[in-house]
T-cell receptor
Framework: KAGVTQTPRYLIKTRGQQVTLSCSPISGHRSVSWYQQTPGQGLQFLFEYFSETQRNKGNFPGRFSGRQFSNSRSEMNVSTLELGDSALYLC?????????????FGPGTRLTVT | AQRVTQPEKLLSVFKGAPVELKCNYSYSGSPELFWYVQYSRQRLQLLLRHISRESIKGFTADLNKGETSFHLKKPFAQEEDSAMYYCALKDTDKLIFGTGTRLQVFP
């Protein structure tokens, strides 16, 4: 079974731009969660999507948004990029929504904002 | 506020030595805790969860509600245990992660 894939793997953007990251879950998984990982804050939950609906959202500004398509693929968008948005963005998929069930992580997208 | 604390950034031991990775939590309610691991050049993956009361790769973790701890233990470390270990707490419907502890096992 193919694992979670994320594209692109690396991205360099300028302050003020916007960016879209993509995540394809494991086949059959309908839940996708997104996390931001930084050296200072560690891993922080962004949001979770299940069946094209956002189930839960972390404490991030409205510049961070996401969506999920009918094939369970998910995208997250960050508008008006700030230097502090530089991070590794991880997505994770699971068969059943919610953190009680094993989440399978992707390799991440490394975003650098200059 | 709900919080997970991993006090050690780095833990270095020799092969065959016992290992204890510390995790303390702050949670009002009945906690649900996990250990995730990331080996070099691999993805973050679930190691174990306290609900399962299982031993994975020789690791165990016991929830101590009195001390609000969920330390990860292994009696005899192996070189392949070298990795980044994250303790995580289920808060409502999301995971709160600790900052992680890097375990280095020397031959």
């Amino acid at each position: 079974k193919a694992g979670v894939t994320q594209t692109p793997r690396y991205l360099i953007k300028t302050r003020g731009q916007q960016v879209t990251l993509s995540c394809s879950p494991i086949s059959g998984h309908r839940s996708v969660s997104w996390y931001q990982q930084t050296p200072g804050q560690g891993l922080q939950f962004l949001f979770e999507y299940f069946s094209e609906t956002q189930r839960n959202k972390g404490n991030f500004p409205g510049r961070f948004s996401g969506r999920q398509f009918s094939n369970s693929r998910s995208e997250m968008n960050v508008s008006t990029l700030e230097l502090g948005d530089s991070a590794l963005y991880l997505c994770a998929s699971s068969l059943i929504p919610g953190p009680s069930y094993e989440q399978y992580f992707g390799p991440g997208t490394r975003l650098t904002v200059t | 506020a709900q919080r997970v604390t991993q006090p050690e950034k780095l833990l270095s031991v020799f092969k065959g030595a016992p290992v204890e990775l510390k995790c303390n939590y702050s949670y009002s309610g009945s906690p649900e805790l996990f250990w995730y691991v990331q080996y070099s050049r691999q993805r973050l993956q679930l190691l174990l969860r306290h609900i399962s009361r299982e031993s994975i790769k020789g690791f165990t973790a016991d929830l101590n509600k009195g001390e609000t701890s969920f330390h990860l233990k292994k009696p005899f470390a192996q070189e392949e245990d070298s990795a980044m270990y994250y303790c995580a707490l289920k808060d409502t419907d999301k995971l709160i992660f600790g900052t992680g502890t890097r375990l280095q096992v020397f031959p």
